[in-house]
């Protein structure tokens, strides 16, 4: 007991460590009732490599099949995003589809009344996976609003597998077992969530686009937080003109710019602008708070099959300045489930370091304890933390490399399996 309250305590001086170091460098205030708008729909094509830890059990009373893994694989990866934040709704869609080979190297166990067989096994084959997500948070007024979140997943893998390990029968003989077979797997997964809340995240963006643009071509003067709003603004306007289907003219987008900078704020045009202008294509930088609530569902085909409660989140961020970003959130929610039911919290906190307009370095550590309700006289606590790393740049114009690594330390592998979680996306964009 004392080694794990000394684990909680240590969580918890980082976390109070890294939530302390923004905030000196803290630089606006931005007006709680101003909204940000953005609008972008793109398309990413390109290989996405990737390795993580994977687990499957089923268990009834008279048997049990367990599988542990580390898999990577290697495939190609069309993703379509679309967001659509606007005074009234906060919209986001996102389709995705992967295919390519994989392979895999862990430990197996089938036991029943008859027999147990324990075996190590490597796999390799193909592996198709698809995904789409809908989330919509509609705004009645400035503070509050609605949502409606919808998720699902589904993944078919084609392989072989090579098996080696021992078999237990009833009255206790061994016998080594070395085989080789076909095997495939379909799995899905489609959750939900309705709620309701309060507070906005504002996507600043096209706000950290005008701050760079102002300081590095107007460096001589001082522009106030309502001209770089402005500015700001603008640049929505021009970006929210953009089509997918017939693409956008880089150098007709900088003219507009030039000439609201000149009408509009008294500066004379740049004819290097563009070099940045093609920059700065990165997802939501937010800023802002909320706190929503509900109820919400989640079926699996496998054990925990359909399990449903209720959560509760809080949302921070801050745009500190131009460079850095805190992200905060922490949620909790009661699961229910036929056989247990269980609470389960996570605390995120991280930070983003934002490279000119062209490379986004992210940072931080999470935190997930969880209580599992056997009975009122059997309440297990287990905790696990993971710190992470991400690192995006845009190579070119359309040119993009995106990059996560995690690694999960658990103290019970009921809360998550321990081990690295790890991605690589080189990839093209159209937007």
């Avoid at 004392?2 to 969580?11: G, L, W």
């Avoid at 170091?21 to 490599?49: C, H, R, S």
């Avoid at 390795?51 to 367990?66: F, H, L, P, S």
């Avoid at 000149?262 to 093609?278: G, S």
Wanted: with cysteine.
């Amino acid at each position: 007991m004392i080694k794990n309250n000394f684990n909680v305590y240590i969580i918890l001086v980082i976390l109070l460590f890294l939530a302390y170091i923004p905030e000196g460098i803290a630089q606006y205030k931005f007006d709680k009732t101003e909204v940000f708008e953005f609008q972008k729909m793109e398309l990413n094509w390109g290989l996405l490599l990737d390795a993580n830890q994977e687990r499957e059990e089923t268990r009834t009373k008279e048997w049990r099949q367990y599988e542990e893994l580390t898999t990577g694989a290697a495939k190609f990866q069309v993703k379509s995003k679309l967001w659509n934040f606007l005074d009234y709704k906060q919209e986001r869609v996102e389709l995705n589809f992967e295919i390519g080979p994989f392979g895999g190297k862990g430990n197996w166990i089938d036991s029943s009344n008859i027999a147990s067989i324990e075996a190590d096994h490597n796999i390799l084959g193909l592996r198709t996976f698809a995904s789409a997500r809908y989330a919509s948070r509609f705004y009645y007024n400035n503070k509050n609003y609605t949502l409606v979140q919808i998720n699902g997943w589904g993944r078919y893998d084609l392989y072989s597998q090579n098996s080696k390990g021992l078999s237990t029968d009833s009255d206790n003989v061994v016998t080594p077992i070395d085989t080789k077979t076909t095997e495939n797997k379909f799995r899905f997964n489609i959750s939900g969530r309705a709620g309701w809340g309060i507070g906005r995240l504002n996507p600043m963006n096209n706000f950290m686009i005008a701050e760079y643009l102002l300081q590095k071509y107007y460096p001589n003067t001082n522009f106030s937080q309502i001209e770089i709003s402005n500015l700001a603004h603008q640049i929505a306007n021009i970006k929210n003109e953009r089509n997918i289907s017939t693409g956008h003219i880089t150098e007709n987008e900088t003219e507009y710019l030039l000439e609201y900078l000149n009408q509009k704020m008294i500066q004379k045009p740049v004819a290097a602008l563009e070099t940045d202008w093609i920059f700065g294509e990165f997802e939501p930088r937010l800023n802002g708070s909320r706190v929503e609530f509900g109820p919400f569902f989640n079926y699996y085909n496998l054990e925990p099959d359909f399990f449903y409660g209720a959560y509760f989140l809080y949302n921070n961020a801050k745009y500190c300045n131009l460079k850095w970003n805190r992200n905060f959130s922490a949620g909790i929610n009661y699961n229910a489930y036929k056989k247990q039911d269980w609470i389960l919290a996570e605390i995120n906190l991280g930070w983003s370091y934002f490279i000119k307009l062209k490379s986004q370095f992210d940072f931080g550590i999470r935190y997930v304890p969880g209580l599992a309700l056997n009975n009122s006289d059997d309440v297990k606590f287990n905790n696990g933390i993971i710190p992470f790393v991400g690192y995006f740049t845009q190579l070119s114009t359309n040119n993009r490399i995106d990059l996560k690594l995690a690694y999960r330390f658990s103290q019970d592998e009921k809360i998550m399996m321990p081990g690295l979680e790890f991605s690589v996306s080189i990839y093209r964009s159209r937007y």
